[in-house]
């Protein structure tokens, strides 16, 4: 069902960014990946391209550049003729206590995790619109967290961003949603990457998921399965947890 189809993700030089474009690549997708650090990318277009992807196309992108994201996506659309689905995977978490927190590191959490994402889902939606459906024109889904249901402690900056992308995504998938675009929010519970390093002790504090996390290739064929539901079906929000199957991570 995805062979073929044309998939840009962004956060792709890690996690589970770079884990969806792995399980992607097995469908034989073809894909364009995002993030800022080149090198990181390089390393998982060729890991992809190893993995069955048909064509991978890589360009390092700061998703809160409006000229970047634009330009990265319309590469993206030169190369590939359509783009079938975009994922917003990238991320970060700056913690600290509101009591002293930075503004600087405000605008960065807000304009990573929220900005990025409407840039990025704003700059696929026009040429979405225009192509034609089989069966649908495109899809989006947008990486949220538990942390954007419940507020944790020294994570006011990310659950702020993550809170406000559940109610872009909801937003923006009515409006499309008679145009044949599917746009669905994921919201995983603590993920084993580079992010959790940093964030999980704040993150578990408040959770009830205490002691176990995801892999990120678990959420990655989550996400596989939200693009691969049957066209009619909506699957708009997905709250994942990890089941206690004895691997404490
Ligand atoms: N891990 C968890 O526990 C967890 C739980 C729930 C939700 N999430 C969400 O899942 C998503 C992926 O996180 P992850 O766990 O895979 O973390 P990760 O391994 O740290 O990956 C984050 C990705 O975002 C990219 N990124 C960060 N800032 C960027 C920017 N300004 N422009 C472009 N790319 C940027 C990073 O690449 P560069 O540094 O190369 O730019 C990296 O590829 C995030 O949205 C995160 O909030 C994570």
Sequence with gaps: MLQHQVVVITGASSGIGAAA???LAQR???LCLLARSADRLAEVAEAARKQGAV???????DVRDEAAVNDAITAAHERFGRIDALINSAGLSLNGAVNGYALDDWRTVIETNLTGTFLCCRAVLPLMMEQAAHPLRGQIVNLSSGAGRNGIKHMAAYCAAKFGVIGFTESLA?????DDIRVSVLLPASTATNFSRVARR???A???DIGYALTAEEVAEVIVAMLAQPPQAWMSEVVLRPLNLERKR
């Design 21 to 23: 474009a792995l399980a």
């Design 28 to 30: 034989g997708a073809r």
């Design 55 to 61: 064509d991978v196309f890589w360009q390092s992108c």
């Design 174 to 178: 009515h409006e499309v949603r008679n």
């Design 202 to 204: 704040a993150e578990q």
């Design 206 to 208: 408040e959770s009830s």
